[in-house]
Every structure is written in C-alpha cells, then in structure tokens.
Nanobody, 118 residues
Framework: QVQLVESGGGLVQPGGSLRLSCAAS????????VSWYRQAPGKERELVAV????????TYVDSVKGRFTISRDNAENTVYLQMTSLKPEDTAVYYC???????????WGQGTQVTVSS
C-alpha cells in the first residue's frame, strides 16, 4: 500500500516548538520533491515549505522564514518540518505532499493538527 503519514502535531503554547514527520510507505521518497501545506479553519490551503528530492534546496512562505526548517532523510524515507517560535497564526492542519514531477506522480497524507494557544 502506498501512503504518506504525518505525525507530531499537538497543542503548544506560543513561542514553543514542534517537529512534524512525514513517513512514506509502499514507495521510495528518493525521487520525490516533498512539500508541507497547511489549512486553517475558513482559509485556503497554503504552501508552507518545499524541499527538492536530493535535499539540496528548500523554500518557504515568507510568514515562516527563520522559524521553520524542512529537512529529509531519504535513508529513513521520511521528511520533517521543525517548527520553532510558534504563533497562534500557525494553527492549522498540516499536510505532507510528495511529487515526482517527471512522471506526474503525487501523494498526500491525511494531515496532522497543530494548535498554538495559551
């Protein structure tokens, strides 16, 4: 079975940290670029961060630059999103996406809830 599973979400106070994980099974992530998206209640889904298949390049939405870091461990078939200095505005369901652009293959995880509140 081919799937992506996110984990690591939860409730955290403003200024706190969380590390999200995106684990692939049934396929190898090595050839896939991986992105993290988030969707807050009543808002559109937003692209948060992207990492290339080899981990050589990453990009972030302006609102999280300097606070979030995307990384990958292809040997473990896993991508991470380290989130620090969290703000209430970061509250959302976070989704992992893996895409093999050359052959138009794409997979989505089920999402993990992140809540930032006092």
């Amino acid at each position: 079975q081919v799937q992506l599973v996110e984990s690591g979400g939860g409730l955290v106070q403003p200024g706190g940290s969380l590390r999200l994980s995106c684990a692939a099974s049934g396929f190898t992530l090595r050839r896939y670029a991986v992105s993290w998206y988030r969707q807050a209640p009543g808002k559109e889904r937003e692209l948060v961060a992207v990492i290339t298949s080899d981990g050589g390049s990453s990009t972030y939405v302006d609102s999280v630059k300097g606070r979030f870091t995307i990384s990958r461990d292809n040997a473990e078939n896993t991508v991470y999103l380290q989130m620090t200095s969290l703000k209430p505005e970061d509250t959302a369901v976070y989704y992992c996406n893996a895409k093999y652009y050359l052959v138009s293959k794409e997979y989505w995880g089920q999402g993990t809830q992140v809540t930032v509140s006092s």
